[in-house]
């Protein structure tokens, strides 16, 4: 059997190579500036926050880390990282969420407020702020992997791969005699 022939691609559109960029910077942004180093900052202080606020800072960075790996994943125009991008991303958001959501309930219920230039400014709220728009990442990656995934390319991809594995399972079985001559 021959090798598989691979398409060629096509040129990615100026609008997708857009997105990327956003995508880039908005991750950059918040899973990893914001998200990951609210929870450094957490663990930095885990005296006086205690274990449970800790183990909260602890999955702040995984989520930061998960949601990253996703953008980085959906950067390319293959099907199978942008079929696992999307839901890397979406376990990433749903742990992000979560502990930001007991994070500002026990912000809330401790009555923290800010110190120094944010004094008098609760702390759920910068919380909320800083960490909430983690959705616009998450929604990107998501449109991106869609996108790619359903685009030509990768579609014609799949195409060949399947008649190719299918033109090998029905191809005639070596002659078990020998006498091919």
């Given at each position: ?49 205690g274990s449970t606020i800790t183990r909260y800072g602890i999955c702040l ?116 005699i020998g006498d091919d001559d």
């Open positions: 059997m021959k090798k598989i022939k691979k398409p060629l691609r096509s040129k990615q559109k100026p609008s997708m190579t857009a997105m990327k960029v956003i995508l880039i910077v908005l991750t950059a942004v918040y899973p990893v500036f914001m998200t990951m180093l609210t929870g450094a900052g957490i663990i930095s202080n885990r005296s006086s926050y960075i995984i989520s930061g880390i998960i949601m990253t790996a996703a953008a980085i994943l959906c950067m390319s125009r293959r099907s199978t990282p942008n079929l696992i991008a999307a839901p890397l991303s979406g376990a990433g958001f749903a742990l992000c969420i979560t502990v930001l959501i007991r994070l500002i309930k026990h912000a809330e219920s401790a009555g923290w407020t800010g110190i120094a230039k944010y004094e008098g400014v609760p702390v759920s709220d910068m919380y909320r702020t800083r960490i909430g728009p983690v959705i616009a990442p998450f929604l990107l990656t998501v449109l991106i992997s869609a996108l790619q995934y359903f685009s030509y390319d990768c579609s014609e991809e799949r195409r060949i791969k399947r008649e190719y594995r299918l033109k090998k399972e029905n191809a005639p079985a070596p002659s078990i």
